[in-house]
């Protein structure tokens, strides 16, 4: 979700702690009380919902023989990083996964908390956490069948750590799951000028063009350390209907699945993805 991961030390390799950045922290912070509001600044990411969910639920369900009907991600164990007042972590909690959701901003969490409370199913399966990723490293060696990173990513400072500290927190051949914003003039204009600036429909100040991240870097960067690229697809937003769709451009926004190298040193084979963002688009959540 839209949270702030920051470092201290921009190097790769670095094992600083992680410290963050107190402007953004404010900003954040005063956006904290209105994640659930389906028609505010959040909007987007509420309708993200409807094909980020789906992608998610079918490419873990097609690399396993066995779900439970109604409750399909039973049993898994999911990181959602940077989860916000927790737009992804609902969902994921109510396809039976057990979800654990880390967010730096302490009232995002309080928010997130507070909304779970009102689903008694809920607040057995989610638990949440003021967090950075690397904070909870130590405890949380080889815990997880899965991490999503939805709209996280362009806000790192030092991405290559980011992703090594996804790397052990991840079981081996688990899932990573990636959703950003490219770095490409279009997603300047789009994304920043015309979302922020003259729509409204992301916050103002929200993104930095800068920090955007092309699928090619972020690929490199996966494969790089230890993890197998399995799905690249570009994500388009439609601001006249609020609505997410696929497409084959990731000139934009674009979703990445990974999977982590297995015991032996290499990613386990799976059956092949293909379709599967076209069998999400017209799933829709469950």
């Given at each position: 979700q839209l949270s702030l991961f920051r470092f201290t030390v921009k190097r790769p390799f670095s094992t600083s702690h992680s410290s963050v950045d107190s402007k953004e922290m404010k900003k954040f912070q005063l956006l904290a009380h209105k994640w659930w509001d389906e028609e505010g600044e959040y909007a987007a990411l509420h309708s993200m919902n409807d094909i980020r969910v789906p992608f998610i639920r079918d490419t873990l369900l097609s690399m396993s023989s066995n779900y439970h009907l109604g409750n399909p991600l039973s049993g898994i164990k999911i990181l959602d990083v940077g989860c916000g007042g927790g737009l992804l972590s609902e969902p994921l909690g109510r396809l039976g996964a057990s979800v654990t959701g880390i967010d730096p901003v302490e009232d995002n969490i309080r928010t997130a908390d507070r909304h779970k409370s009102f689903d008694p199913v809920l607040a057995k399966r989610i638990q949440y956490k003021s967090s950075s990723l690397e904070e909870i490293v130590e405890e949380s060696m080889e815990t997880f069948d899965v991490i999503v990173a939805s709209e996280v990513v362009e806000h790192v400072a030092d991405l290559e750590m980011f992703i090594k500290c996804c790397s052990q927190v991840l079981k081996p051949?688990?899932?990573?799951?990636?959703?950003?914003i490219n770095k490409t003039q279009l997603s300047y204009v789009l994304g920043i000028v015309v979302a922020e600036k003259l729509l409204g429909i992301v916050p103002e100040g929200t993104h930095e063009w800068e920090k955007f991240v092309p699928p090619e870097e972020l690929e490199h960067l996966l494969e790089s350390n230890g993890f197998s690229v399995r799905t690249v697809t570009g994500m388009l937003y439609n601001p006249l209907w609020g609505s997410w769709s696929w497409t084959e451009s990731t000139s934009l926004n674009y979703a990445v699945h990974a999977v982590k190298a297995g015991a032996?040193?290499?990613?386990?084979?799976t059956p092949p993805e293909t379709d599967i963002q076209q069998r999400s688009a017209t799933a829709g959540t469950a």
């Open positions: 051949d688990g899932s990573l799951f990636i959703t950003t032996g040193g290499h990613a386990t084979d």
